[in-house]
């Protein structure tokens, strides 16, 4: 039977230019799917989403998959795979919308 996990990183965080979510340990995983949730139905404006590894939570570096970009108010989603020990996401936009931030892993 396959494990899963299901984490919200991210609740209701203003996104002030750029945000990093809290990092989540993912060494068992071996696919995470993540989601980025507009809390404002009148949102507007683009987010940019890039996932970011890590060997021990600690330092960080931009994953070699592209950055993924959503348009409020819709919800937005990618997949990442390959990503080692620890996975956060920095997000940037021109946009000050409440947003919420999923993780869904996978082994």
């Not at 919200?8 to 965080?13: A, F, H, N, S, T």
């Not at 919800?75 to 390959?82: F, N, P, S």
Request: charged share 20%; no cysteine.
């Amino acid at each position: 039977m396959r494990q899963s996990q299901t984490a919200v990183l991210e609740r209701g965080i203003t996104l002030d230019d750029v945000i990093h979510t809290e990092p989540f340990e993912t060494a068992w995983a071996s696919e995470a799917r993540w989601f980025v949730h507009f809390l404002e139905p009148e949102a507007a404006g683009t987010v940019a989403v890039q996932a970011q590894v890590s060997p021990n939570g600690i330092q960080w570096v931009d994953h070699e998959s592209d950055a993924v970009t959503v348009d409020a108010p819709h919800l937005g989603t990618g997949t990442i795979r390959d990503f080692g020990g620890w996975l956060r996401f920095t997000i940037t936009g021109d946009t000050s919308p409440l947003i919420k931030v999923v993780l869904a892993l996978k082994e």
